[in-house]
């Protein structure tokens, strides 16, 4: 069974906090993870995928296969990254399977 | 052009009537999908065409059916729709080979 658990619904932090959105995985074969991420009123983007191994808006993610985790990190959080962050897993050709998603509120 | 268009953006319907949802891209893209994503639930795949063919479906009731014409059009027929269907939903496209997906806006349904 491939399931994607985000086990925080809302993660609340003051900006320049450091900021940790979880991600647990369940696959039985070589995972790919994503990080998409929503800000309001928009649509749904690609933030970032853990093949890529790159940072985007300071935003990075690293796949962690013996704890089966692709948490999302940044060391100093901004305001303009409120927004509803969901992970997802490739499970099977071109099907994507997201968690239930985390939002986060950045406050002043 | 890297944007998915949907049409309309809002649609509410009766349980007789019979609609249509529309996606458009010009990326290139070759693979295209819809999403069903309920009120504060993440996004469901529902179907997705590859080289305009469709390839995967995910039990999804008769009355929602798909359509690919080309490869830069998707389409979802619904008819005789329940309340329950009432929701979000996703268009999104990609080259088959590679799932980092553009998704549109959305339409937003009700069904009455």
């Known amino acids: 069974a491939q399931r994607v658990t985000q086990p925080e619904k809302l993660l609340s932090v003051f900006k320049g906090a450091p900021v940790e959105l979880k991600c647990n995985y369940s696959y039985s074969g070589s995972p790919e993870l994503f990080w998409y991420v929503q800000y309001s009123r928009q649509r749904l983007q690609l933030l970032l995928r853990h093949i890529s191994r790159e940072s985007i808006k300071g935003f990075t993610a690293d796949l962690n296969k013996g704890e089966t985790s692709f948490h999302l990190k940044k060391p100093f959080a901004q305001e303009e990254d409120s927004a509803m962050y969901y992970c997802?897993?490739?499970?099977?050709?071109?099907?994507?399977?997201f968690g239930t998603g985390t939002r986060l509120l950045v406050s002043p | 052009d890297t944007e998915v268009t949907q049409t309309p953006k809002h649609l509410v319907m009766g349980m007789t009537n019979k609609k249509s949802l529309k996606c458009e891209q010009h990326m290139g893209h070759r693979a295209m999908y819809w999403y069903k994503q309920k009120a504060k639930k993440p996004p469901e795949l529902m179907f997705v065409?590859?080289?305009?063919?469709?390839?995967i479906n995910e039990s999804v009731p008769s009355r929602f059916s798909p359509e690919c014409p080309n490869s830069s059009l998707l389409n979802l027929h619904l008819h005789a729709l329940q309340p329950e269907d009432s929701a979000l939903y996703l268009c999104?496209?990609?080259?088959?080979?590679?799932?980092?997906?553009?998704f549109g806006q959305g339409t937003r349904l009700t069904v009455v």
């Open positions: 997802a897993l490739r499970g099977g050709f071109q099907k994507l399977v």
């Open positions: 999104a496209s990609s080259q088959p080979w590679n799932t980092e997906a553009f």
């Open positions: 065409y590859s080289y305009e063919k469709l390839s």
